[in-house]
Nanobody, 114 residues
Framework: VQLQASGGGLVQPGGSLRLSCAASGITFSIDGMGWYRQALGKQRDLVAVITSSGSTHYGDSVKGRFTISRDNAKNTVYLQMNSLKPEDTAVYYC?????????WGQGTQVTVSS
C-alpha cells in the first residue's frame, strides 16, 4: 500500500487549503481514512477520520473549519481546511485502515503565517 499526499503549502491566516491523499496497491476494501497532524516538538494528533460509510469524526480544534471527504472509486481522501490559523501549522499525515492495519503517508507540510 502506498499513499501519496499533496496540497500542502504556505497560506495566510484565514485562508484555505485542500489536501488530497491517494492510496494505491490496495487489494482489499479501505475501511477508515483520515488525517493526523504533528506540529514541531508535539505529538501526532487526530485531525479527522471518515469511515467507509461516510461517518466522520473531527478533532476539537478543527470542528467547524475542516471537512473530510473521500472518493471510494479513486481510493482518495480529502481534507478541506478553511479559516486556517497559525496553530494549524504542522506536518499533515494521511492514514488508511485496510484489513485491520493502518498505513501512513509521508506527510505534507502546512504552514499558516502572514
Amino acid at each position: 500500500v502506498q499513499l501519496q499526499a499533496s496540497g500542502g503549502g504556505l497560506v495566510q491566516p484565514g485562508g484555505s487549503l485542500r489536501l488530497s491523499c491517494a492510496a494505491s496497491g490496495i487489494t482489499f476494501s479501505i475501511d477508515g481514512m483520515g488525517w493526523y497532524r504533528q506540529a514541531l516538538g508535539k505529538q501526532r494528533d487526530l485531525v479527522a477520520v471518515i469511515t467507509s460509510s461516510g461517518s466522520t469524526h473531527y478533532g476539537d480544534s478543527v470542528k467547524g473549519r475542516f471537512t473530510i471527504s473521500r472518493d471510494n472509486a479513486k481510493n482518495t481522501v480529502y481534507l478541506q481546511m478553511n479559516s486556517l490559523k497559525p496553530e494549524d501549522t504542522a506536518v499533515y499525515y494521511c492514514v488508511v485502515l485496510v484489513g485491520g492495519k493502518n498505513y501512513w503517508g509521508q506527510g505534507t507540510q502546512v504552514t499558516v503565517s502572514s
